[in-house]
T-cell receptor
Framework: NAGVTQTPKFRILKIGQSMTLQCAQD?????MYWYRQDPGMGLKLIYY???????DKGEVPNGYNVSRSTTEDFPLRLELAAPSQTSVYFC???????????FGPGTRLTVL | GESVGLHLPTLSVQEGDNSIINCAYS??????FIWYKQESGKGPQFIID?????DKRQGQRVTVLLNKTVKHLSLQIAATQPGDSAVYFC???????????FGAGTRLAVHP
């Protein structure tokens, strides 16, 4: 199993550009999550999904959108990139609401 | 790799000593707590967890202690090794859907 994979590893965007951060897991996990991590801070939940077709907001959803058309994939979309979205983004997955969350390697995004 | 936690509190220990990393959590209703280890350029890696109906749990070289009276969590690492050098995060599950709230993290530096 590859576990949780994320692409790209690094990206630089200009203000106002859009992009999609990809996340995939091959563990047949129902739950998937997107977090952002700013320097000196813990992770903050952006969005999560409890299964294909079901998504919900986390702590800091503004400026982001998600979709979950399959169990495996959970892409995160930034429509109008802003400098405040410069961060490291982590995707995670778990079997269910009680299981440990397993994290991907992260995507470092810089918005200039 | 990505720099995580530029201004985190740092615990410096000698190789072979025991390490204790502390964490204060926020919600007295949280029912589940986890410690994650994050090495530079990588996603958080699960170390050990504990449920709120326990006050101690042991793993291999690690022990987690939970004090619900003062909302305090600690991670003890026995015989600390250079490979233990990383940033350590505690997280609490508060509310449904396995939503985790992360602490800011502590950097552990192990010196030979």
């Amino acid at each position: 199993n590859a576990g949780v994979t994320q692409t790209p590893k690094f990206r630089i965007l200009k203000i106002g550009q859009s992009m999609t951060l990809q996340c995939a897991q091959d563990m047949n996990h129902n739950y998937m999550y997107w977090y952002r991590q700013d320097p000196g801070m813990g992770l903050k939940l952006i969005y999560y999904s409890v299964g294909a077709g079901i998504t919900d907001k986390g702590e800091v959803p503004n400026g982001y959108n998600v979709s979950r058309s399959t169990t495996e994939d959970f892409p995160l979309r930034l429509e109008l990139a802003a400098p405040s979205q410069t961060s490291v983004y982590f995707c995670a997955s778990s079997t269910d609401a009680t299981d440990t969350q397993y994290f991907g390697p992260g995507t470092r995004l810089t918005v200039l | 790799g990505e720099s995580v936690g530029l201004h985190l509190p740092t615990l410096s220990v000698q190789e072979g000593d025991n390490s204790i990393i502390n964490c204060a959590y926020s919600n007295s209703a949280s029912d589940y707590f986890i410690w994650y280890k994050q090495e530079s350029g990588k996603g958080p890696q699960f170390i050990i967890d504990i449920r709120s109906n326990m006050d101690k749990r042991q793993g291999q070289r690690v022990t987690v202690l939970l004090n619900k009276t003062v909302k305090h969590l600690s991670l003890q690492i026995a015989a600390t090794q250079p490979g233990d050098s990383a940033v350590y995060f505690c997280a609490e599950r508060s509310g449904g859907y396995n939503k985790l709230i992360f602490g800011a993290g502590t950097r552990l530096a192990v010196h030979p």
